[in-house]
């Protein structure tokens, strides 16, 4: 059955409508937080991936002016646990790391953010990590790294990189209206990642980039950006890849400024086309792709804008950072997780500033449930990442928090529906197939995904797909791979991880 809100539709999911609850179990993992000047106000990523092959995530986390951490998962028979591992070193001055295959082995390599020259580092065995900066050419300057995203053009072995700035520092009249420029990084011909780089701009210090299919369902680049620093001027952006140059409203794309934190993508509506959600300080901003190929603000009464603290005490405006969309209990229906945090010491903003938890119902509207289900910290958040910790087919949650403890919390939901996980294998240097789309049908009800590298605030998630089946105990499930192939005719079942390769 569809069921239709003012410009969104969505597939009605079986029966499944488990109430989230989650358990803090922090003391899990060794103590971190993201500390620092006002340098480090913003950035706090945190990634999730496999780092040993063992087939459970592992976390890297940025620490400001303390180290990054590397955090092995060791869980055991449902018991979620973590050991440091010191194959990172000391490194310092980082706001967020994303894991990405730059040199197509097949193992995650990460790119490591930095106030300062940004760092690559090589995955080998048993999450050991070798620094190969110099090695693959990639340039360094001192500028302020606080978004990046990547993309594999047509036949290309390796990938394209972007890289977003912040402020800039050298600037003697800034802060404000001094935002730097983005990077865009083209791999050169070779056997071995080489770097090339191209100044992109204007900058309007961006926070978060992501590239990824558009409502046009075209690759493109999307950014976001803090107008607390560009002022006026500025808006958000969109970079189309193939025609190398920004839309605008003549394109079909108006002008949108706020304050840009992070940006979530998914297929809410089961069209194949995702939706947007765009953080900021005050509303939070989702848009709903059109057939059309634009994009509409979703209405108010969705329950996505989160716009002021759900607890009692603190009316002012919240801050939003990361996003990330993910079914917590398994019915079929993306909820959202969002990090909420003040920048530091904001007057005008919420200091007690609880995470969102927006479950969503079957009428497409999403509901408030941090309180309950238990990750209502008001600590300064930042990055933040939905991951199944345990392998039990639910979703746990970790926060990076500013000058507080980073934060675990594992799913304990009662009730909760089927899931399954779908793999990709992707042909040539992109092992990962990023940039490929997830599709999975259960009776009537329709999802996808798409594979990106990029989005939230300074970390993600790499792991399989993660989708929630509701009371469906199987799914079909077809692949558009990013060379626009089709693969179809493939059955996942409940708790399974199904592997899909591409064909060479």
């Known amino acids: 059955m569809i069921r239709c809100l003012p410009l969104i539709c969505v597939m009605v999911a079986g029966v499944v409508q488990a109430d989230p609850m989650f358990e803090d179990i922090t003391d899990r993992v060794p103590k971190h937080q993201y500390t620092g000047g006002w340098e480090h106000f913003v950035g706090g990523g945190v990634s999730v991936f496999d780092c040993s092959n063992d087939g459970l995530p592992d976390i890297v986390a940025a620490g400001g002016a303390s180290p990054m951490i590397l955090l092995k998962n060791v869980s055991d028979n449902g018991e979620i646990a973590f050991e440091p591992m010191a194959s990172l070193g000391d490194l310092t001055g980082v706001t967020g790391a994303y894991p990405i295959d730059m040199d197509g082995d097949a193992v995650l390599d990460l790119y490591v953010m930095r106030v300062g020259p940004d760092r690559v580092l090589r995955g080998g065995p048993d999450c050991s990590f070798d620094d190969v900066t110099e090695r693959w050419g990639i340039p360094q300057t001192d500028q302020w790294t606080t978004a990046f995203t990547a993309w594999w053009d047509a036949g290309a072995q390796f990938p394209t990189l972007a890289v977003g700035h912040y402020v800039d520092r050298a600037n003697p009249e800034g802060p404000f209206g001094t935002c730097d420029t983005h990077t865009i990084l083209s791999p050169s011909a070779g056997n071995t990642p080489s770097y090339t780089a191209e100044t992109l701009g204007p900058g309007y210090c961006t926070l978060s ?41 003549d394109d079909g794309f108006p002008a949108v400024s706020l304050w840009g934190m992070g940006i979530a993508s998914r297929d809410l509506t089961g069209d194949g086309r995702d939706e947007l959600m765009l953080t900021s300080m005050g509303d939070q901003l989702m848009q709903i792709a059109q057939q059309d190929g634009t994009y509409v603000n979703a209405p108010y009464d969705i329950g996505t804008y989160a716009h002021i603290p759900y607890l009692k005490g603190d009316g002012r405006p919240s801050t939003g950072w990361h996003a990330t969309f993910g079914d917590v209990n398994n019915d079929a229906l993306p909820d959202l997780f969002i990090a909420k945090g003040n920048v530091d010491q904001m007057p005008g903003m919420a200091m007690r500033d609880p995470n969102n938890l927006l479950v969503q119902g079957s009428n497409g509207r999403f509901t408030e449930t941090g309180e309950h289900a238990g990750i209502a910290d ?70 996808s995904q798409q594979v990106t590298i990029g989005g ?22 077809s692949v558009r791979w990013p060379d626009g192939s089709q693969s179809d005719g493939f059955t996942v079942k409940a708790g399974e991880t199904l592997t899909i390769r591409q064909a060479d």
């Open 456 to 477: 939230g605030h300074a970390g993600a998630v790499a792991l399989p797909l993660h989708f929630g089946l509701g009371a469906a105990d199987k799914a079909q499930v």
């Open 209 to 249: 980039m992501l590239a990824a299919q558009d409502a046009r369902g075209v690759m493109s680049l999307r950014i976001s950006n803090d107008r607390h620093y560009y002022l006026t001027g500025g808006t958000e952006q969109l970079w189309d890849m193939s025609e190398r140059r920004f839309l605008g409203p």
């Open 378 to 447: 008001v600590a300064r958040s930042r990055g933040a990442g939905l991951a199944d910790f345990d392998g039990d087919g639910l979703l746990d949650l970790v926060v990076v928090n500013r000058r507080a403890p980073m934060r675990l919390y594992q799913n304990m939901t009662q009730g909760a529906g089927n899931a399954a996980s779908v793999q990709l294998q992707g042909a040539g240097g992109n092992r990962f197939a990023i940039g490929a789309r997830v599709s999975i049908s259960a009776g009537d009800m329709q999802h």
